[in-house]
């Protein structure tokens, strides 16, 4: 939020139409003089007063010697005395002139005069003209770059957004309880009366609370389109503007169209720009914002539902940094989870997003919904999107399933990079690697299964990847689980130990994830000797992945460091053993890897299953019972 600091010092930016102003006219001052000293010739000094004088007076002046110089133009003559004094003369048609000026030795010249017309185009059209051009250009430069700008100072007219959706709760899918929760404004938005007569108190603002892409917006949108009600929306960042009082001007003008419209929703996008708890700013304080936030706060506080109803709808990601005063009764009080979709969830937001593309009949939505774990809801509709345009680029009639699973990967994994030549070494890294993952993950009780192991690159970052499957609706983890999940991380470096004989960068990621996990086990979840149940950790925000504040002493640090280190180095050890115990299986699930450069999880289940078989080891491959729990909420 740079250009909000911009806010708090100067004159300039609070008055930047005086300064223009103030500007304009030096400039137009300077440009009079300089053209007036021009106007005229050298011989007349501009600091002179210049006496006018009659035609008969002056030519008597000439005979009578008193007059030097003599400049003539098309209606006037300018003369200067001997005593230095300048005439200006009404020219007479007088042929006689010029013989009594050579009679005096009056030294004479001809100039061009202009008339007042052009006099007036010079000195002060032009320059306004040419001064107002700079301005407008500059402001438009300002306007692009900051989406207001001079021109637009106060109003908000082009940045306030007004319709009436058609979107209704149809298209909002994988969000039921937040479907819910909002459902009542609906209901009170078309016949508000029902609830006044009641004495009943509506809402005024609604905070959606949830990361990015999950709908949010939609959800506002459909709430005004259920209702059959204006819809008034405006991003929060576009409040603040360069100078101070533009975003209360914006926000006052908001609920007053909204008011004229009523019943009506105003919709307040990333109301954290403004909305951000006052101290919270490593500046302290900010002008504009406080400004704007103090302008919401009492709109909302200033009106009357009972006359005009106009519910207050905003959205953030990051609701822990906002105000409390926002969050006050009578403001946004009430606050509704917009969170990533769950399986089932998926696969509702895929079906409504694939209404608008011919799908072929057999694809299995099931798949790419557990190929989806983690995507967002606008990140869906891309996967579909992008589906869409695959099949377009193979001339197909219809969206195949083939199709959905590339675009999962690509939105995951990044572009898929055909065109770039892994090296044989890298590729013989990567295929290790991953196998060493997909077995440790097979093997471990609490790991989650796997479902793709592929080492085709997709774009820079991730040479290879394995995809694994979590159990859906996981809101707590076990110990063992977690271990698990450490295990699987270390699977792949310990693959590149056992079978490269020398270690890559390609596991640092997983090196610092496993390491993470290991870190909360103790810091957090109590699950060690080192801190017992003492959480040395407070997560401020965990659904949305917010930071952790650190509370204990150097010492219990560093016994937090020796126990991370211990427990990776167990762990390490054990993973080995396992690699090395069924490093006939690793080698065949590379072997299929080169030649399918992908293979999905029932054949990484299939090959340890027949070398099991082969060397006649009891089978260690885990029962994983999502499948039945996919089931179970499909029927639901
Ligand atoms: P947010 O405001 O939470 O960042 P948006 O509402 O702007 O997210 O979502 C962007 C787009 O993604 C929507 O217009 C819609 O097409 C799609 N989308 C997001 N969430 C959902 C959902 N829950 N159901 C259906 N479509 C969704
Ligand atoms: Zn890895």
């Not at 005086?18 to 304009?24: D, G, K, R, T």
């Not at 891309?382 to 675009?407: F, P």
């Amino acid at each position: 939020m740079n250009k909000n600091e911009n806010n708090n010092n100067g004159f300039f930016n609070k008055n930047p139409i005086l300064i223009f102003a103030v500007f304009a006219i030096v400039i137009v001052v300077l440009f009079r003089s300089f053209s007036d000293s021009e106007f005229g010739s050298d011989m007349i000094s501009a600091n002179t007063q210049t006496k006018n004088l009659a035609y008969s007076d002056f030519k008597d002046y000439i005979k009578k010697g008193q007059i030097s110089q003599v400049a003539i133009a098309e209606t006037t003559i300018k003369a200067v005395g001997t005593d230095y004094s300048v005439y200006m003369i009404k020219r007479v048609n007088d042929p006689t002139l010029v013989p009594v000026l050579e009679e005096a030795k009056v030294q004479y010249t001809a100039f061009s005069e202009r008339n007042w017309l052009s006099d007036l185009l010079f000195s002060w059209v032009l320059p306004v003209f040419i001064f107002f051009g700079i301005w407008m250009f500059l402001a438009s430069r300002m306007q692009k770059n900051m989406g207001g700008g001079l021109l637009g100072v106060g109003s908000a007219k082009k940045l306030i957004n007004s319709e009436k959706p058609k979107v209704t709760f149809a298209d909002v899918a994988g969000v039921e309880e937040a479907k819910e929760e909002v459902e009542e404004i609906v209901d009170y938005l078309k016949d508000p009366d029902k609830y006044l007569r009641l004495g009943a108190k509506i809402p005024k603002g609604i905070l959606l609370v949830g990361p990015p892409g999950t709908g949010k917006t939609l959800l506002a949108r459909a709430v005004a389109g259920e209702a059959n009600v204006p819809f008034f929306s405006m991003s929060a960042s576009s409040f603040i503007e360069m100078f101070v009082g533009v975003g209360a001007s914006r926000v006052r003008d908001l609920f007053e169209n909204a008011k004229k419209e009523s019943p009506a929703i105003v919709f307040i996008d990333e109301i954290d720009a403004i909305g951000k708890s006052r101290n919270s700013g490593p500046m302290g304080g900010n002008d504009e914002r406080e400004q704007t936030l103090n302008q919401l706060l009492s709109e909302m506080d200033g009106f009357d539902a009972d006359k005009a109803p106009v519910i207050v709808i905003a959205a953030t990601n990051r609701p822990e940094i906002l105000d409390a005063a926002l969050l006050r009764p009578g403001r946004f009080d009430r606050q509704v989870l917009v969170d990533k979709p769950d399986f089932k969830g998926r696969i509702d937001i895929l079906k409504v997003h694939m209404k608008d593309v011919k799908i072929s009949d057999n694809v299995d939505l099931q798949e790419i919904g557990r190929l989806t774990t983690g995507l967002a809801g606008a990140d869906l509709q891309n996967v579909i999107n992008e589906a869409a345009l695959l099949a377009g680029r193979k001339s197909k009639k219809v969206v195949e399933q083939s199709d959905l699973i590339e675009a999962v990967e690509r939105s995951i994994a990044g572009l898929e990079k055909k065109s770039r030549r892994v090296n044989k070494k890298e590729k013989r890294i990567v295929t290790y690697h991953e196998s060493g993952h997909a077995l440790i993950a097979e093997l471990t009780k609490g790991a989650k299964r796997v479902s793709k192991v592929s080492v085709v690159p997709r774009g820079l970052a991730a040479l290879g990847y394995t995809l694994n499957t979590p159990e859906e609706n996981k809101f707590m983890m076990q110990k063992h689980e977690l271990i698990a999940e450490v295990d699987v991380l270390l699977g792949g470096r310990a693959a590149e130990e056992v079978f490269i004989k020398e270690i890559s960068t390609g596991a640092s990621n997983d090196l610092e994830r496993a390491t993470d996990i290991i870190k909360s086990m103790v810091s957090i979840y109590g699950m060690s000797d080192v801190a017992g149940l003492m959480v040395l950790e407070k997560q401020r925000n965990n659904f949305l992945g917010g930071q952790t504040i650190k509370d204990y002493s150097d010492k219990m640090a560093e016994k937090v460091d020796e126990f991370v280190k211990t427990m990776l180095s167990q762990r390490y050890e054990a993973v080995l053993d396992t690699l090395r115990a069924y490093s006939g299986a690793i080698e065949n699930m590379v072997l299929a890897l080169y030649d399918e450069e992908t293979i999905d999880g029932a054949k990484v289940r299939e090959i340890i299953r027949n070398y099991e078989e082969a060397n006649g080891l009891e089978t260690r491959l885990v029962e994983h019972e999502e499948d039945d729990d996919i089931k179970k909420q499909l029927e639901k």
